[in-house]
């Protein structure tokens, strides 16, 4: 059952995806019950690109979805290695690995969560390099950096996992790509699992955001059996404590 901070999440959501909506902001016929694509998202792309932490990073691991197609694409253009996560981890080996000198197809095709699922192979958590820059997808987010997805939680998992393993460091610079209509006034609310950015990149700025909140790993008191078992990288890592 939906507690009240579930609600309240889904609150933001629903007015974030009506304000898309009403401004023909993404390139689906409505917003809704997604990560959405947003207009601008190759510009986002760019301001992104230009920051000199991309410029110095080698691997990403960024989220799948369609709003930041062009961050991967562009990765993948400057021969940085991107990870990119199987669908609800669901896999023993659970990221596929996009090597930019190993691609059969061109960055801006292999970018593409569909073509990636054919032509990437997939990796177990070990098999990972320490990461520079971590990618996210956003419905909303405040200038405190505190962000909400769908609100499955895979990518709160997955940044948990990769924390344990010593991939993701304090220096790893975390962001996320968004339109400006998702960049919301006022508190979102926020558990000590949830993963906030250091910045938001829409197409016209940077935003910079106060002492982001990262979790130090999996919070297992948190998890439910059914969630472990359904993961077979949290199975493992549940097995190894």
């Not at 007015?15 to 601008?40: E, M």
């Not at 199987?86 to 990221?95: D, E, G, S």
């Not at 000198?101 to 969560?113: G, K």
Request: charged share 20%; aromatic share 4%.
């Amino acid at each position: 059952m939906p507690t009240e901070y579930d609600e309240a999440k889904q609150q933001v959501r629903q007015r974030v995806w009506d304000a898309l909506d009403a401004a023909s902001a993404t390139y689906n016929d409505t917003a809704h019950g997604r990560i959405p694509n947003f207009k601008g998202s190759d510009q986002a792309a760019e301001q992104l690109a230009a920051l000199p932490a991309w410029k110095a990073a080698t691997t990403i691991k960024a989220v799948p979805d369609k709003a930041q197609l062009p961050v991967r694409a562009r990765a993948l253009e400057e021969g940085k290695t991107v990870y990119m996560a199987v669908p609800k981890l669901a896999t023993p080996r659970p990221f596929y690995l996009l090597d930019p000198a190993a691609l059969t197809v061109p960055p801006a095709e292999a970018a593409s969560s569909r073509v990636a699922a054919s032509v990437a192979p997939t990796v177990d958590v070990g098999s990972l390099r320490p990461i520079q820059v971590v990618v996210l997808g956003s419905v909303a987010v405040n200038r405190n950096g505190v962000r909400i997805g769908k609100g499955a939680g895979y990518s709160d998992l997955e940044f948990a996992l990769l924390t344990e393993a010593g991939l993701i460091s304090p220096e790893t610079l975390v962001v996320t790509t968004v339109h400006p209509l998702q960049v919301v006034d006022g508190p979102i609310p926020a558990t000590e699992h949830d993963v906030s950015v250091d910045l938001i990149i829409t197409p016209d700025e940077v935003i910079a955001c106060p002492a982001p909140h990262r979790p130090s790993g999996i919070l297992w008191d948190r998890l439910d059996t059914e969630k472990i078992t359904a993961i077979p990288a949290l199975q493992r890592r549940h097995a190894e404590r």
